[in-house]
């Protein structure tokens, strides 16, 4: 098999960054239609992300914000986006790259859709020394993400129905224990040849 010289992953990755900004552009203009909201995990030390040194000493290298009840001025260029969250009762100001976006996650319709950073970097050349760790295996459990206060989360984010996952979530916060979630991968629905 020949070198792919024209990079089609990367190519097929921006066009995947081009569905986040659409749908942030239209929040924009429309607000957040019925149960949708989105889980958006990013690298706090990839090149353009401003966020504040308290931020960035919680999460050094992933963070998750949840963009569903509570946020404001939310702004969209071609290549970032920029919003206002709370955290801890403390406004903050957020302004990320799309292309420091490591995945983007809406569990009212169970849509999902993770980039391998590294990839992306390594194209531009502007790779750090160390690599990130990858994503784990589809068959790995991940811990079940909360519904409610942004937390740093795996960028590999589980998926069930959404009125299963949000009774389960609720089920877990009052006994005070996590269940495991499933990982379910986009390969699982490729077609294959």
Known sequence: M???????????QDALRGVIRKVLSEVIKTGLPGEHH???TFLT????VRISSRLREKYPELMTIVIQHQYWDLAVTDTTFEVGLSFSDIPERLLIPFAAIRGFYDPAVNFELEFDVRDVEA??????ET???LAPPSSAKLPRMPASAPSKLPAKMASKDAAG???EAEDAEETGEKKPAEVVSLDAFRKKT
């Open 131 to 133: 690599p990130l760790p």
């Open 2 to 12: 020949g070198q792919d010289l024209i990079r089609y992953d990367i190519l097929a």
């Open 123 to 128: 194209a531009n050349g502007s790779s750090d």
């Open 165 to 167: 996952s949000a009774s």
């Open 38 to 40: 989105f889980f958006i």
């Open 45 to 48: 030390s990839a090149p353009g």
